[in-house]
């Protein structure tokens, strides 16, 4: 039995036609870390205040560890969940000092204990020697470590934060990010997180959720979402991504680079998409891999310098130039369309895009820009979406 368990998880606001989040199925086990990430307006700070006891979800159940929370018979109170939860705004109280507010939620406890718990905390979020300070005497990260020791202060089994970096400039950012999810791990804090930048997303999960529009695409750990996503649209949400369209048949993709190695498949042929990841497309083909690489010619458009490494803008030469690439850096657009029923064209351009893929490459002497150049993807980096 997994720690905790929501299932088929609905709610939709009075006055709305749509529900905010339909039917949501998430499970979680001790100690993990899942991250719900999708774009403004896809339902995640509906579902994590599903899963706090904030709001009453339509249909579902919520269950942790062998406790109902949400149930048809059944409804726990926010408090008598055992949970701690972190916002993107602190929260702090502005009128008392970190040590009050550390003990605010301890009063059951006498004195002398709270002193322990606040000392504690402090020590576990590195800021011991602060109990004395008001929240506005801290910096952004500090008083989100104050936030942290508050919600630790009272033992909880599952800890929910909604955006916690996104008051805090990249440099910090990462530093508490590092912090807080090594210190939660750590303790063995189970945590339900909302994150709205992808590479937060990769960095903090061991599970990553993304909603679109109230539903759940897909639930993968990170490097399942990234390399095997199971829709352009989840594709193009972790980073950029070259997809090209493609029939699989017969043990071959068939698709305007050519006709290309695939994997046996025993199902029947199927249109879908490749996708090609940017720093999976190399300037010399691998000379150690089983399998040989598919050369691709390419006009160079741009070459850009960002430190780890190059940002190539190419236009590949197609076999079929009618075929529509998909441009690899646009975002991911919404569609009218019902994604629980979503697949390949979950973020179609208009027509009519020019098809421009990007590439990475780690080197110091790029290709010259409006010249052609000869790209390699091994058959091991392409990824077939369905
Ligand atoms: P996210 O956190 O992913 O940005 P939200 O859960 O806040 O998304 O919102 C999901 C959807 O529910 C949005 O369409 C939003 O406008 C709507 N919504 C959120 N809160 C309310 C509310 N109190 N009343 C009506 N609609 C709401
Ligand atoms: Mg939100």
Redesign the pocket.
Known sequence: MSFFEAQGVTRR????SED??HAIDISLDAGDSLVLV??????????LRCIAGFEIPDRGTIRCQDRWWVSPTEWLPPEKRGIGMLFQDYALFPHLRVGANIAFGLRHLTRAEQEQTVARTLDQVRLTGYAERYPHQLSGGQQQRVALARALAAHPRLLLLDEPFSNLDEMVKAEIREEIYGLLRTLGIATIS?VHDSRDALRCGDQIAL?HR?RLLQVASPQDLYLRPASCYAARFLGPANLVPAERKAGAYHCALGVLPAPHDPRPPAQGWLCIRPEHLYMEAAKTSDVPSIAISCMIRSCHFLGPYWEIHLNPHLLHPQTTLLNASSPPTNHSRRLDTCSKDASLPAQGVEASWVAHLPTHAPPTPHTTATFYVSPHHLCWIE
């Open positions: 606001y009075a006055g709305t905010a989040i999708g774009e403004s307006g896809s339902g995640k700070t509906t579902f909302v909603l109230g």
